[in-house]
């Protein structure tokens, strides 16, 4: 069974930086594209950052110039760096695997980050 396991999440000041990490297992890495997505309190999930195959990435508005997405195929772990956190950025992170043919995704249990003075 394909496993996704994020780690890095925690409590932070405004200001301050995290980094996630998302482990896959039992999927050929290097062939799916990835992404973080997060979820508020009563919010709906929403995309943070997507990262192709190809290394093409693509972010939410609402961070770019702060967080950075990369993968190291070598190791099947997908990175999120995280700058400048702002309280709004407060949500459970996940770790998802897409691939286009045939469409799958694949989800992580998630990751708190709580941004707070």
């Known amino acids: 069974q394909v496993q996704l396991v994020e780690s890095g999440g925690g409590l932070v000041q405004p200001g301050e930086s995290l980094r996630l990490s998302c482990v896959a297992s039992?999927?050929?890495?290097?062939?799916?594209?990835m992404a973080w997505y997060c979820q508020a309190l009563g919010k709906e999930r929403e995309l943070v950052a997507r990262?192709?195959?190809?290394?093409?990435?693509n972010y939410a508005n609402s961070v770019k110039g702060r967080f950075t997405i990369s993968r190291d195929n070598t190791k099947n772990t997908l990175y999120l760096q995280m700058n400048s956190l702002k309280p709004e950025d407060t949500a459970v992170y996940y770790c998802?695997?897409?691939?286009?043919?045939?469409?799958?995704?694949?989800w992580g249990q998630g990751t708190q980050v709580t941004v707070s003075s």
């Open positions: 998802n695997a897409h691939n286009i043919a045939p469409e799958r995704d694949y």
């Open positions: 039992r999927i050929i890495f290097g062939m799916w594209d």
């Open positions: 990262i192709t195959t190809g290394g093409r990435t």
